[in-house]
Protein backbone atom coordinates (compact mmCIF):
# COMPACT_ATOMS: atom_id res chain seq x y z
CA UNK A 1 0.00 0.00 0.00
CA UNK A 2 1.61 3.88 -1.36
CA UNK A 3 2.04 5.95 1.72
CA UNK A 4 -0.10 9.34 2.15
CA UNK A 5 3.13 11.35 0.99
CA UNK A 6 3.49 9.00 -2.30
CA UNK A 7 -0.44 9.36 -2.89
CA UNK A 8 0.21 13.15 -2.51
CA UNK A 9 3.08 13.45 -4.60
CA UNK A 10 1.84 11.62 -7.37
CA UNK A 11 -1.51 14.09 -7.37
CA UNK A 12 1.43 17.36 -7.18
CA UNK A 13 2.68 15.89 -10.64
CA UNK A 14 -0.34 15.56 -12.36
CA UNK A 15 -1.31 18.97 -11.12
CA UNK A 16 1.84 20.08 -12.57
CA UNK A 17 1.78 18.09 -15.86
CA UNK A 18 -2.17 19.91 -15.68
CA UNK A 19 -0.25 23.51 -15.36
CA UNK A 20 2.72 23.15 -17.89
CA UNK A 21 0.54 22.01 -20.49
CA UNK A 22 -1.97 24.76 -20.01
CA UNK A 23 0.59 27.51 -19.90
CA UNK A 24 2.10 26.51 -22.78
CA UNK A 25 -1.23 26.54 -24.44
CA UNK A 26 -1.84 29.62 -23.82
CA UNK A 27 1.54 30.92 -24.23
CA UNK A 28 0.77 30.04 -27.68
CA UNK A 29 -2.16 32.31 -27.74
CA UNK A 30 -0.43 35.35 -26.31
CA UNK A 31 0.30 38.26 -28.77
CA UNK A 32 4.58 38.16 -28.79
CA UNK A 33 4.47 34.38 -28.69
CA UNK A 34 8.16 34.39 -29.61
CA UNK A 35 8.71 35.98 -26.09
CA UNK A 36 7.05 33.14 -24.82
CA UNK A 37 8.92 30.09 -26.43
CA UNK A 38 11.79 29.20 -23.63
CA UNK A 39 8.33 29.24 -21.64
CA UNK A 40 6.69 27.16 -23.93
CA UNK A 41 9.62 24.76 -24.16
CA UNK A 42 10.04 24.12 -20.68
CA UNK A 43 5.98 23.95 -20.24
CA UNK A 44 6.46 20.77 -22.52
CA UNK A 45 9.87 19.36 -20.44
CA UNK A 46 8.56 20.07 -17.43
CA UNK A 47 5.59 18.36 -17.85
CA UNK A 48 7.12 15.57 -20.27
CA UNK A 49 9.41 14.58 -17.44
CA UNK A 50 6.49 14.86 -14.16
CA UNK A 51 4.51 12.24 -16.39
CA UNK A 52 7.35 9.66 -16.57
CA UNK A 53 8.36 10.38 -13.09
CA UNK A 54 4.57 9.82 -11.84
CA UNK A 55 4.85 6.30 -13.48
CA UNK A 56 8.39 5.79 -12.03
CA UNK A 57 6.61 6.48 -8.77
CA UNK A 58 3.48 4.77 -9.24
CA UNK A 59 5.24 1.39 -9.90
CA UNK A 60 7.52 2.21 -7.00
CA UNK A 61 10.23 1.47 -9.24
CA UNK A 62 14.64 1.15 -7.77
CA UNK A 63 15.33 4.03 -10.77
CA UNK A 64 12.66 6.66 -9.42
CA UNK A 65 15.29 8.52 -7.41
CA UNK A 66 17.45 8.79 -11.00
CA UNK A 67 13.77 10.29 -12.75
CA UNK A 68 12.91 12.43 -9.87
CA UNK A 69 16.31 14.39 -9.82
CA UNK A 70 15.50 15.56 -13.16
CA UNK A 71 12.04 16.20 -12.95
CA UNK A 72 13.42 18.73 -9.72
CA UNK A 73 15.39 20.80 -11.90
CA UNK A 74 13.27 20.96 -14.59
CA UNK A 75 10.24 22.04 -12.53
CA UNK A 76 12.71 24.62 -10.59
CA UNK A 77 13.46 25.81 -14.45
CA UNK A 78 10.05 25.67 -15.14
CA UNK A 79 9.00 27.99 -12.30
CA UNK A 80 11.53 30.60 -12.39
CA UNK A 81 11.14 30.80 -16.58
CA UNK A 82 7.12 30.91 -15.75
CA UNK A 83 8.01 33.94 -12.69
CA UNK A 84 9.17 36.34 -15.47
CA UNK A 85 5.94 36.63 -17.32
CA UNK A 86 3.00 38.55 -15.04
CA UNK A 87 0.65 36.31 -17.16
CA UNK A 88 -1.78 34.42 -14.97
CA UNK A 89 -1.58 30.85 -16.40
CA UNK A 90 2.34 31.21 -16.33
CA UNK A 91 2.43 32.68 -12.59
CA UNK A 92 0.17 29.39 -11.52
CA UNK A 93 2.37 27.17 -13.47
CA UNK A 94 5.25 28.91 -11.56
CA UNK A 95 3.41 27.52 -7.79
CA UNK A 96 2.51 24.49 -9.44
CA UNK A 97 6.15 23.41 -10.56
CA UNK A 98 7.56 24.77 -6.83
CA UNK A 99 4.86 22.90 -5.41
CA UNK A 100 5.97 19.69 -7.36
CA UNK A 101 9.98 20.27 -7.03
CA UNK A 102 9.31 21.09 -3.20
CA UNK A 103 7.01 17.20 -2.86
CA UNK A 104 9.66 15.47 -5.69
CA UNK A 105 12.34 16.78 -3.16
CA UNK A 106 10.79 15.80 0.46
CA UNK A 107 9.74 12.11 -1.17
CA UNK A 108 13.74 11.90 -2.54
CA UNK A 109 14.79 12.91 1.30
CA UNK A 110 12.20 10.29 2.96
CA UNK A 111 13.37 7.29 -0.10
CA UNK A 112 16.87 7.86 -0.22
CA UNK A 113 17.88 4.83 1.72
CA UNK A 114 15.07 2.71 0.64
CA UNK A 115 16.24 3.08 -2.81
Known sequence: MKSEKTNELEHLLIKC???CETCATMCLQEDDVKMMV???MLDRD???ICALTSRFVARNSPH???IMKECIEICRLCE???RKH???HCQKCADACQECADACEAWSKEH???M
Open 17 to 19: ITA
Open 38 to 40: KCI
Open 46 to 48: CAD
Open 64 to 66: AKH
Open 80 to 82: AEC
Open 86 to 88: EHD
Open 112 to 114: ATA
